[in-house]
């Protein structure tokens, strides 16, 4: 064995971008036996070669020989230029900002326009066509930004590891910031090639420790979260508010039965309960129109779109969650939370240990309500148990995250008052 393990090194010491081209083959092809058998994957497999390969034949011919250097201390790399519409990060942006860095916000395009753009500069190393384009494209955002760190957003990306390649080449981190709790299936989640990697609280990590497929290795450090700030430091409310704070799940979760039967419960308990005001936040990525339709009785109120979370939970007495990260603001809150269930979906950020089993029904529901206003401030304790355990550092998310990146840019050692842990690769 050791002579295979000697042969790989010299592989990666050889043509480090070859080698992780090689890495990604495998990686990708464990994701796909996840899910399918051999045949399954292997026909999926090919359409994912030919799409990639295709991708960087076209990319050798629109390489650009030489690259218009705009360096920065910062370039936050969203997942899609549509995100940036939605300023998730607006408060981290202003606070890197205001303390005089200097910071750029991109998005990844899609291949099309990288080749229309010839967003493309030819890597160092030679790498197999089917991640030339990939690669090429990682290579013109460091050359062009030269980013002393680049704060990626995208989960899964396969940008990422030729990112990692070509900062580190640079003297430069790729750092990725969560924007959710990593406690979810989803296969995104198991890249892990990052130098840093900001989790929210101890839940993400245990999560990420747990899965049996991880791709690269990465710093993993208990960063809490960047959206919070002190809007969300707001006493408790009164039980006799009556308001109750629907959190919408995102679009994809909107197109399954077992979430649209559990908005259908929510909305006829409301109707046939008008002493209570209902609230409805949907996700910042849902067009609205479910909720449009339930909102048949007086007492339903769909918030504007462009209400901010803490806006919403303020007006509110108590909160119903289905399977949100807002959840875990509303417990940062100290609003009390009633955990409706969604058929048979894994119950991923552990309400049920906290706040009993999900509600089912209409009479569920009704008593849940009960208990909750006949001793609010057990129910409030029990918000902030949930908070603690899924969000570190709690309201102090956005300046530990602040003060993390600012230690990472002036070399300073990041851990010593943070937990930090190693994430191997598990192949």
């Not at 994809?252 to 046939?272: C, F, G, I, P």
């Not at 909160?319 to 949100?324: A, E, F, I, K, P």
């Not at 009390?336 to 509600?359: H, M, S, T, W």
Request: charged share 25%; aromatic share 10%.
């Amino acid at each position: 064995m050791r002579w295979v393990e000697a042969g790989l090194m010299r592989d990666v010491a050889a043509n480090p971008w070859a080698a992780k081209a090689r890495a990604l083959d495998r990686y990708r092809w464990l994701l796909l036996r996840e899910r399918h058998g051999p045949l399954g994957s292997a026909l999926r497999f090919s359409r994912d070669v030919l799409r990639d390969w295709w991708f960087g034949l076209r990319a050798r011919s629109c390489l650009v020989e030489s690259v218009t250097a705009e360096p920065c201390d910062f370039l936050l790399l969203q997942s899609a230029p549509k995100m940036i519409k939605l300023q998730r990060t607006k408060l981290l942006k202003e606070g890197l900002c205001g303390r005089g860095y200097n910071l750029v916000e991109t998005a990844l395009q899609e291949p099309k326009t990288i080749l229309r753009k010839r967003l493309l500069k030819s890597p160092p190393y030679p790498v197999p066509t089917r991640y030339f384009g990939i690669a090429a494209y990682a290579e013109w955002l460091a050359a062009h930004y030269q980013p002393r760190i680049l704060l990626n957003e995208r989960n899964g990306s396969l940008y990422a590891p030729f990112l990692r390649l070509a900062l580190n080449a640079r003297g430069g981190l790729l750092v990725h910031l969560a924007h959710a709790t990593t406690v979810e299936s989803s296969r995104r989640l198991g890249m892990n090639d990052y130098d840093y990697y900001f989790l929210f609280g101890r839940s993400s990590l245990e999560a990420l420790q747990a899965r049996k497929l991880r791709f690269g290795s990465s710093m993993a450090v208990l960063a809490g979260s960047h959206l919070i700030d002190r809007a969300f430091d707001m006493p408790p409310a009164s039980p006799t508010q009556r308001k109750i704070l629907v959190l919408g799940v995102g679009p994809d979760k909107e197109k399954k039965k077992a979430y649209q039967d559990a908005y259908s419960l929510v909305a006829r308990w409301a109707s046939e309960n008008l002493e209570h005001k209902v609230l409805v936040k949907c996700h910042p990525r849902s067009d609205t129109g479910l909720w449009q339709k339930l909102a048949v009785s007086s007492n339903i109120d769909v918030l504007p779109a462009d209400t901010l979370l803490y806006q919403a939970l303020e007006q509110a007495s108590v909160v119903v969650s289905l399977m949100s990260n807002a959840v875990i603001e509303a417990g940062l809150a100290r609003r009390p939370i009633i955990y409706v269930g969604a058929g048979k979906n894994l119950d991923i950020f552990e309400q049920g240990r906290f706040f009993g089993c999900a509600v089912v029904s209409s009479e569920e529901f009704s008593a849940r309500i009960g208990a909750i206003e006949n001793n609010y401030s057990s129910s409030v304790r029990e918000a902030e148990n949930f908070a603690a355990f899924h969000l570190v550092g709690g309201f102090e998310g956005l300046e530990r995250t602040l003060k993390l990146l600012g230690s990472l840019l002036s070399g300073e050692e990041v851990g010593r008052d943070m937990e930090t842990t190693f994430l191997h690769s598990t192949i």
